[in-house]
């Protein structure tokens, strides 16, 4: 089946890192831009980060952008190293993938293929 399937989230302490990944099926990431999403409790789904299929450009949310970074390392994984992490930061976390982009973007509507998203809980 065609998707995308996030792993690597858990609970971690305020101040700690983790790393997700985001691991294709039937699909290779050298033709998607990938892009990670969150939604906390209460709140609209927002981008996090983003890469493009050649992996040489990437973008990060202004508030975000000195924490986090997205990569990969081959075709068929994309990660979310993140840092200094806050109580804000918990949320679930959802890859996407968009074979129909170029560089990359954080537009919802663009993202073809999602996963089920990872909870990831920063405790005090």
């Known amino acids: 089946q065609v998707g995308v399937m996030e792993s690597g989230g858990g609970v971690v302490q305020a101040g700690g890192s983790l790393t997700l990944t985001c691991t294709a099926s039937?699909?290779?990431?050298?033709?998607?831009?990938v892009a990670w999403f969150r939604q906390a409790p209460g709140k609209e789904r927002e981008g996090v980060s983003c890469?493009?299929?050649?992996?040489?450009?990437t973008y990060s949310s202004d508030s975000l952008k000195d924490r986090f970074t997205i990569s990969k390392n081959n075709t068929k994984k994309t990660y979310l190293q993140m840092n200094s992490l806050r109580r804000e930061d918990t949320a679930i976390y959802y890859c996407a993938a968009a074979p129909t982009v170029t560089g990359c973007h954080l537009s919802r509507p663009h993202y073809t293929y999602w996963g089920q998203g990872n909870q990831v809980t920063v405790s005090s």
């Open positions: 039937e699909l290779n990431f050298d033709s998607n831009a």
């Open positions: 890469i493009s299929r050649s992996g040489a450009y």
